[in-house]
């Protein structure tokens, strides 16, 4: 079993950075593919990136390109970089690990068995 647990959210003025940490324990995650969601009020939890068990490839959602950066320690923490922060950024960030070494889509929700609990992200205008 894998618990997640997220930190470095909070409020943020527009133009702003955070960088999200999500530490496992129980169980290193070195060799899961994670990945970071994030859901805003009324709306569908949605994928924001994605890394490789080692670090070799990433994904990102369209919106953050350029933008987001996620990063891994091996078998210690996941990170995401969030810089100029906006509004339409606000929203509950989840950390999330597929439990296998690799997924056929690291975009989609289904292919992640284990989520922290969250971390609230607030951009103000």
């Known amino acids: 079993q894998v618990q997640l647990v997220e930190s470095g959210g909070g409020l943020v003025q527009a133009g702003g950075s955070l960088r999200l940490s999500c530490a496992a324990s129980g169980r290193t995650f070195s060799s899961y593919v994670m990945g970071w969601f994030r859901q805003a009020p009324g709306k569908e939890r949605d994928f924001v990136a994605a890394?490789?068990?080692?670090?070799?490839?990433t994904y990102y959602a369209d919106s953050v390109k350029g933008q987001f950066t996620i990063s891994r320690d091996n078998a210690l923490k996941v990170y995401l970089q969030m810089n100029s922060l906006k509004p339409e950024d606000t929203a509950v960030y989840y950390c999330?690990?597929?439990?296998?070494?690799?997924?056929?889509?690291?975009?989609?929700?289904?292919?992640?068995?284990?989520w922290g609990q969250g971390s609230q992200v607030t951009v103000s205008s």
């Open positions: 999330a690990a597929s439990g296998t070494v690799a997924v056929r889509d690291p975009k989609r929700i289904d292919g992640y068995i284990y």
């Open positions: 890394i490789t068990y080692n670090g070799g490839s």
